[in-house]
């Protein structure tokens, strides 16, 4: 079995994941996490899938652009950044119809991938993005504790690849989690970032081991060199998510792409294992 890695980002600023609600100062910017992770995946030679929040899109669309021209694969990750689970359906298919236009009219082609917000979607909510005509989603997780998530069962999918599910025209990539007791962990994101290294390191194994597709999730916060801004009243949950390893996640990063090669992993695009695994297939 080939052994594929994405690399993905989900692009938004710190105050989408961690503050979408608070009326806090969104002047100062984290998005700079984005150059240090395609300069670093330029160094390597590697292409990834970058979901883009459309309000996001708008304002770096020289960047989005020329991300796209480079060959990685952008896609769509909302207009703002809430979870789809907390709209209506007709609400959720309207905002996403915008987002989508939107971040087409700045590529000037199509946009075939979505990520939702946090993961939290649902099975009816799938068939929106379906029907919005997205080829793709990257929103599946195998079951987690945390109701902030999502379910996806996804009835009448079937799984073609370790990871991948194709109900005939449409695919679902799943994010990579390893079994910890009865719990799945995420191993992307604020994971990576925030619990120990040696444990971080030996569970990423672990899967590796597997030869699973792997997909990773980051953030620009994760990356970002900058300090994170002041939030007044800041409850110390929140305070610990955005604050606990960020001045060691660009080291984390690499060492995870050396991994990877280590293993044998071939890094490609979402769009690119469309390919590999078309929808017909
Ligand atoms: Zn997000």
């Known amino acids: 079995m080939k052994k594929y890695a994405v690399i993905t980002m989900d692009v938004e600023d710190w105050y989408h994941t961690y503050f979408p609600e608070a009326d806090v100062d969104r002047s100062i910017s984290l998005l700079d996490g984005l150059d240090v992770a395609l300069e670093i995946m330029r160094k390597e030679n590697i292409k990834g899938s970058f979901f883009v929040v459309a309000e996001i899109a708008e304002m770096l669309a020289k960047k989005i652009r020329a991300m796209d021209e480079a060959g990685h694969d952008i896609g769509c990750h909302n ?34 991938g979505y990520r939702a917000p946090s993961f939290g979607i649902d099975d009816d909510r799938l068939n929106v ?34 990871c991948i599910h194709n109900d005939g025209c449409f695919t679902e990539f799943e994010v ?11 191993l992307g994101g604020g994971y990576i970032r925030m619990l120990p290294w040696f444990f971080m390191k030996y569970m990423t194994q672990k899967y590796l081991d597997t030869g699973k597709p792997y997909v990773m999730y980051i953030h620009p916060i994760d990356l970002s060199p900058k300090a994170m801004p002041k939030v007044k009243g800041i409850t110390l949950d929140r305070y610990l998510r955005t604050h606990i390893g960020r001045e060691n996640m660009v080291w984390r990063f690499k060492q995870v792409i050396e991994m990877l090669k280590k293993n044998g992993y071939e890094f490609v695009t979402f769009a690119e294992l469309l390919k590999l695994y078309p929808a017909e297939a």
């Open 129 to 162: 993005v379906r029907e919005c005509g997205f080829k793709y989603d990257s929103s599946k997780l195998k079951p987690q504790k945390s109701a902030k998530y999502g379910v996806l069962n996804l009835e009448g999918f079937q799984e073609i690849f370790p």
């Open 79 to 112: 207009y703002q950044h809430l979870r789809p689970v907390t709209m209506s359906v007709e609400d959720y298919r309207k905002q996403l119809i915008e987002a989508k236009e939107n971040i087409e009219e700045i590529l000037g082609h199509e946009v075939i």
């Open 176 to 186: 990579s989690t390893q079994k910890i007791g009865d719990m799945n962990m995420l």
